[in-house]
C-alpha cells in the first residue's frame, strides 16, 4: 500500500510497525493530500480527524478511519513548550500564557457556537458554519473536556509514549 504520511506522523508508524509485522507498504511525500487520495496515487493519507472526513462527508465518499488510539495509542496531541532560558528568565510569562491557553480552551469547549461565530466574524477562513461545527465535536472528542481536565498531564502517560517509541526502534536510551 502507498501511504502518504505527513512530517511528525511517528504515532501513525508505530501502530502501523507494531499491526503489521510484513511492513509491506511505501511512504511517499506528503502532497496534495486528500486530493492526492481522491485520485488514487495512495492508498491512505494520515489526516486530522476534525478536517478531512468532513469533505469526505460533504461529498458523500466512504471512508475508513484507522485511529492508534483504539488499539491503546493514547499518545498526547498539541502541547505547549517553551526553552529552559525563557522558563528560569520568564517564569512569570510562562505561567500566564500557559494559564491563559488553558483559559481559552475550557471556555471554547463551553462555548462552542459563540466561538465560531467570533471565528467566523473575526478570522474568515472560508470555513462555513458546517464545519466549525464539525471540527469542534471533533475536538471535544479528542479533548474529552468532561472527563479530562485541559492541560493535564500523567507522568505514566509519558513514560508509556516513550516505552511505545522505544519497542518501535524510534526512540534510544542514551
Not at 509485522?21 to 494520515?46: C, F, H, K, N
Not at 499518545?75 to 505547549?80: A, R, S, T, V
Amino acid at each position: 500500500k502507498r501511504l502518504m504520511l505527513e512530517p511528525g506522523s511517528n504515532e501513525l508508524l508505530t501502530y502501523l510497525t507494531r499491526h503489521n509485522e510484513r511492513r509491506d507498504w511505501v511512504t511517499v511525500p506528503y502532497e496534495r493530500g486528500l486530493q492526492a487520495l481522491l485520485a488514487g496515487e495512495v492508498d491512505a493519507i494520515s489526516a486530522y480527524s476534525s478536517t478531512e472526513p468532513f469533505y469526505l462527508q460533504q461529498k458523500g465518499i466512504p471512508y475508513r478511519v484507522f485511529r492508534p488510539r483504539t488499539v491503546g495509542f493514547d499518545f498526547y496531541g498539541d502541547n505547549l513548550f517553551t526553552s529552559e532560558r525563557e522558563l528560569i528568565t520568564r517564569q512569570d510569562r510562562v505561567y500566564a500564557f500557559q494559564q491563559a491557553s488553558l483559559k481559552g480552551w475550557r471556555y471554547a469547549m463551553d462555548n462552542p457556537e459563540e466561538m465560531i461565530n467570533l471565528i467566523m466574524e473575526q478570522y474568515p477562513s472560508g470555513a462555513g458554519r458546517d464545519q466549525l461545527a464539525f471540527e469542534a465535536r471533533e475536538t471535544r472528542a479528542l479533548m474529552q473536556p468532561d472527563l479530562v481536565e485541559p492541560g493535564y498531564m500523567q507522568q505514566e502517560r509519558w513514560l508509556q509514549i516513550a516505552k511505545t517509541y522505544l519497542e518501535a526502534g524510534m526512540l534510544q536510551v542514551l
